[in-house]
């Protein structure tokens, strides 16, 4: 058995590192099992689904160039904002149009950088946004969409576009035979009725090594209304019910048990 505690999740490298520092190897692990506190579920269940978990997920940041000039005469200039608006408009119907609606994709502009100050029509504006999916080919041509529109609408209004994509992780895949022994050890802990059965679009590197390594990845609910622990995860007011971590350990180790025991049996049984 071996116990791993990896830094830097969502990608920010800590998977490659540790893969890189062999903790895969000598020995090698038959199975690899990894658990998330969750907050949007509330205290006792656990979130265990076959195949795709989590999602995969890259960066992108749109440079559209214009010509700058003053904010009093804007037919002398080329404005960038207004077809980097129009861009991000335009980006929103990638999924409603061209994505089977039972598939799942997320396309999200988080960052809308220009000028300096406000009577100035700058010379450009960047778009950083995401791309979240389960599937790779989909994952491709969400981007070629995005560069499809935002190249084409750029030139609409005479400015030019340009993309740069950075891959940070693949999707979190849990294979059959782990995420069933998982099911049962909940089941035996907490019952069947605690098992939820759901997915998030939200994102981190477990990917790499269960691409390794058969195995499964599930989150322990850490909600509790009664004592305000209602926040989501990144937010401010974040804080979870600690119960949740006892959860956590017992069904770690019972599914591990079932692995190294062989027959079923309890820790200590």
Same mark, same amino acid.
């Given at each position: 058995? %071996? ?7 969502? #990608?920010?490298? #800590? ?36 195949? !795709? ?20 005469? !804007? ?46 029509? !700058?010379?450009?504006?960047?778009? %950083? ?30 400015? %030019?576009?340009?993309?740069?994509? +950075? ?20 089941? %035996? ?5 605690? +098992? ?12 790499? +090594? ?17 004592? #305000? ?6 937010? !401010? ?29 309890? +820790?200590?049984?």
């Amino acid at each position: 058995i %071996k116990f791993v505690f990896q830094p830097a999740e969502e #990608g920010l490298g #800590g998977a490659f590192a540790m893969i890189a520092e062999r903790v895969l190897e000598d020995p090698r692990p038959d199975v690899a099992l990894a658990m998330h506190l969750w907050t949007p579920e509330e205290l006792g269940n656990v979130r265990v689904v076959d195949g !795709p978990c989590m999602a995969s997920s890259s960066v992108f940041t749109l440079t559209v160039e214009g010509r700058g000039g003053h904010g009093a005469a !804007p037919h002398l200039a080329v404005d960038p904002i207004l077809a980097a608006a129009h861009i991000v408009a335009a980006l929103q119907s990638i999924v409603s149009r061209n994505v089977n609606p039972q598939d799942s994709v997320v396309v999200s502009i988080g960052q809308f950088s220009a000028g300096t100050t406000f009577n100035v029509i !700058p010379e450009r504006a960047i778009l %950083k946004g995401t791309v979240r999916s389960y599937d790779n080919d989909l994952h491709r041509m969400i981007y070629r969409r995005i560069l499809e529109m935002a190249t084409s609408m750029a030139e609409a209004f005479r400015c %030019k576009a340009t993309m740069e994509t +950075i891959a940070i992780v693949q999707a979190v895949v849990n294979a059959p035979e782990p995420t069933a022994v998982v099911r049962q050890a909940v089941t %035996k802990l907490l019952g069947a009725d605690r +098992i939820v059965e759901h997915r998030t679009m939200a994102s981190e590197d477990m990917g790499f +090594i269960l691409d390794e390594i058969p195995g499964c990845y599930f989150f322990i609910g850490a909600r509790n209304e009664a004592l #305000g622990y209602t926040y989501p995860h990144h937010h !401010p007011r974040f804080n979870f019910d600690e119960r949740a971590m006892l959860h956590g350990m017992a069904v770690m180790a019972e599914a591990a048990a079932s692995y190294v025991l062989g027959d079923g049996k309890e +820790i200590g049984g």
